[in-house]
T-cell receptor, first 109, second 115 residues
């Protein structure tokens, strides 16, 4: 059974710092891995999707990597801003889509 | 292009009542999903559908039913509402599994309280 774990559960960093969010999964037979952002009381917004054949994807200040063999993905956020404060969720897709519990990120002005 | 539309946005039910949460997508996606999200938790899959006429159970299907008579619509039904079903419900859609280079699209959610 696929399980997705995100560490840390919560993170506070000063504005301007670079940071890394972690996601691990137990079954490497996935089609893709997706990172989402969720603002309080809102739905999910897709940030980056990495196909199983890819190693990383970049969008602006965000970079996501995927290491299928070790069952790990990281989301790197460069030069963090207060507007980056949100919950970040990763999800892996095999027969279904399984989500982690998320990392609550707070950027301190 | 509206994407994924969920109605209603908010609802309060009494224990034992029934209701249907509506979900519609206009992207011609084959796959549709229903999730619930409890406070401080990730999303748990309730049911999903790989195409019209085909549905399957997810992680937490008990107490819910779905149907998929068209590609566009995927309603979720609660027959006998229980306090444990208080949650935020999200509908999502995506392309076929074999074309997994496209992200999953989510609706804005339905906030449901059972009192």
């Amino acid at each position: 059974k696929q399980e997705v774990t995100q560490i840390p559960a919560a993170l506070s960093v000063p504005e301007g710092e670079n940071l890394v969010l972690n996601c691990s999964f137990t079954d490497s037979a996935i089609y893709n891995l997706q990172w989402f952002r969720q603002d309080p009381g809102k739905g999910l917004t897709s940030l980056l999707l990495i196909q199983s054949s890819q190693r990383e994807q970049t969008s602006g200040r965000l970079n996501a990597s995927l290491d299928k063999s070790s069952g790990r993905s990281t989301l790197y956020i460069a030069a963090s801003q207060p507007g980056d404060s949100a919950t970040y969720l990763c999800a892996v897709r095999d027969d279904k889509i399984i989500f982690g519990k998320g990392t609550r990120l707070h950027i301190l002005p | 292009n509206a994407g994924v539309t969920q109605t209603p946005k908010f609802r309060i039910l009494k224990i034992g009542q029934s209701m249907t949460l509506q979900c519609a997508q206009d992207m011609n996606h084959n796959y549709m999903y229903w999730y619930r999200q409890d406070p401080g938790m990730g999303l748990k899959l309730i049911y999903y559908s790989v195409g019209a006429g085909i549905t399957d159970k997810g992680e937490v299907p008990n107490g819910y039913n779905v149907s998929r008579s068209t590609t566009e619509d995927f309603p979720l039904r609660l027959e006998l509402a229980a306090p444990s079903q208080t949650s935020v419900y999200f509908c999502a859609s995506s392309t076929r599994q074999g074309f997994s280079n496209q992200p999953q699209h989510f609706g804005d959610g339905t906030r449901l309280s059972i009192l």
